[in-house]
């Protein structure tokens, strides 16, 4: 069966849906999503008022969660410029104390990923994700007076807790919004702010660093505080910004809801998918193969991206470090946005996945080398472009690639939770006694990068092969007359017969 989008209702379905038999039953209730009931018909937008539409829907979220993603990532990376302010020598991280409290962050935060994503729809979004927020720019905030090192190891652990449930949470959130295929761009807007954190910690980790004194503190101190206190009020704000779901949107005429919902809705099924939430579904994701196929991939990429941001800065004094560690990001920020605009065009994700991983061979095959620090500079450029712009690739992947709500939160939460266990592994790979060539760490980011080129290709060719025997199954159901009905085919979700995966 051929793979097409309907037009009529703007729609991007990769099936044919009347290709396959369905009995015509009555079931708007149990397909009401979000309220759809409560809205009119859903109109027929011209391609340029669907563009000013997401436009309209962009502008309202895209803004203020890459900013609270930044945040983040400004607030679990400072640590290592940190480390260049004095935090080593004050707190006396003898041996292996530094990298014991950058692995105690990753550990509380793989584990509570899968649990927010769960009560994500329980608290609503726009409290939940402003909440949590506003609750870790407090800790960022108190990791700055801490004065001996099982305080710090503690304010890293209840971080991790504490902002376990921003990424998965606003991954999901996305896939509420936006259909599968537009998903990657916006991840990827939203993934930037993660990309310009590592542009702007240096530049902001040199001019804090000035502060070093003021009030008895030194310049570690003035950037945990300074960073969380900025994190406090993007939270703040956050709460007056951000809305729930499609059907709550007041900023959205009814109609617009109501084109929104239904395009989401049947985006990736004929019937509409699942929104209640049953414990079989999570049982149906940890049965899932590609969940665990999807987790070796995202390490691939996860692993090099953590490794990096520890490695930088190097080679060079405090300052000069901090400000060459920002044209790299920069140049990833562009790298990023220009694959997540390719991927959703052609409606494939693999591709830029192996060429983020091409760019990490290449780049830490340089590192790895005798190579003269100019040349190095240049292969840490590679890695930092392949792994943050690969990663948008990988997360969208597995999200198009999983109906119902509820088995794609928790999907998705598992494959972002363990898989950044790699980032653990990552914080105790660069050891001091390395320098300059760092073979360990470097050796051991180029085994995830070749478990990335196992795995991906694998993938691939399964998710064609299922394709494949799905399209047989659909002509052999219309030859046989085989029928279906619309609540077999929603249980069935993503292994339903009309569903077809994303490559």
């Known amino acids: 069966m051929a793979q097409t989008e309907s037009d009529t209702r703007g729609t991007s379905i990769e099936k044919n849906a009347a290709d396959l038999v369905v009995e015509d039953v009555s079931v708007k209730r149990d397909l009401a999503y979000g309220g759809e009931d409560t809205l009119p018909p859903p109109p027929d937008f011209t391609p340029e008022q669907q563009k000013a539409l997401y436009r309209k829907i962009d502008l309202r979220l895209m803004p203020i969660l890459t900013l609270m993603y930044l945040c983040s990532f400004l607030d679990r990376g400072n640590i290592g410029n940190a480390k260049l ?3 080593v020598t004050q707190l006396d991280l003898t041996g292996n104390k530094y990298n014991i409290a950058l692995t105690m962050y990753f550990v509380p935060y793989c584990l509570f990923e899968c649990p927010a994503n769960l009560v994500l729809k329980k608290f609503r979004p726009s409290k939940w994700l402003p909440g949590i927020t506003l609750l870790w720019g407090l800790i960022m905030t108190m990791m700055g007076l801490v004065k001996t090192y099982p305080q710090l190891v503690g304010t890293r652990i209840c971080l991790g807790i504490v902002e376990a449930g921003l990424f998965p949470g606003v991954v999901y959130y996305l896939t509420l919004w936006y259909p599968r295929h537009m998903i ?3 991840i990827g807007i939203f993934f930037g702010g993660a990309t310009l954190a590592g542009a702007f910690s240096g530049l902001l980790a040199f001019g804090i660093s000035f502060m070093s004194g003021t009030a008895g503190l030194l310049g570690w101190s003035w950037i945990f505080i300074i960073e969380g206190i900025v994190t406090v009020v993007v939270g703040f704000i956050s709460f007056f910004i951000l809305v729930d779901f499609p059907h709550t949107a007041t900023f959205l005429t009814p109609e617009e809801r109501a084109y929104v919902i239904h395009r989401k809705k049947y ?53 000069i470090s901090q400000l060459l560690t920002v044209p790299p990001y920069v140049f990833a920020t562009i790298t990023l946005l220009v694959w997540a605009i390719w991927s959703d065009r052609i ?11 091409t760019y990490c061979l290449v780049g830490f095959a340089i ?22 712009a690969g990663l948008p690739g990988v997360v969208a992947w597995l999200g198009n690639n999983l109906a119902g709500h509820y088995k794609r939160g928790v999907g998705m939460a598992l494959h972002i939770g363990i898989g950044n266990f790699s980032g653990a592994i990552a914080s105790n790979i660069y050891r001091t006694q390395d320098g300059p060539r760092y073979i360990l760490g470097h050796g051991i980011e180029l085994m995830f990068v070749g478990i990335g080129f196992v795995f991906v290709p694998i993938t691939v060719l399964a998710y064609k092969r299922i394709n494949a025997r799905r399209d047989a199954l659909v002509q052999e159901s219309q030859e046989k007359g085989t029928r279906y009905t619309p609540e077999e085919l929603r249980r069935m979700g993503d292994r339903a017969p009309d569903f077809r995966y994303t490559l």
């Open 184 to 186: 990657q761009y916006r």
């Open 367 to 388: 590192n790895i080398s005798n190579a003269p620090i100019g040349v190095k500079y240049f292969g840490t450029f590679l890695i930092v472009a392949g792994s943050y």
């Open 347 to 357: 409606k494939k994700r693999y591709p830029f996945v192996l060429a983020g991983l």
């Open 267 to 319: 985006d990736n099924s004929s019937v509409g998918e699942e929104e209640h939430f049953e414990i079989r579904h999570i049982w149906e994701t940890l049965l899932d193969w590609q969940v665990y196929f999807h987790i070796l991939i995202y390490m691939s990429i996860i692993a090099p991206l953590y490794g990096i941001s520890l490695f930088l800065p190097f080679g060079f004094s405090t300052p």
């Open 85 to 87: 302010q004095g935090l």
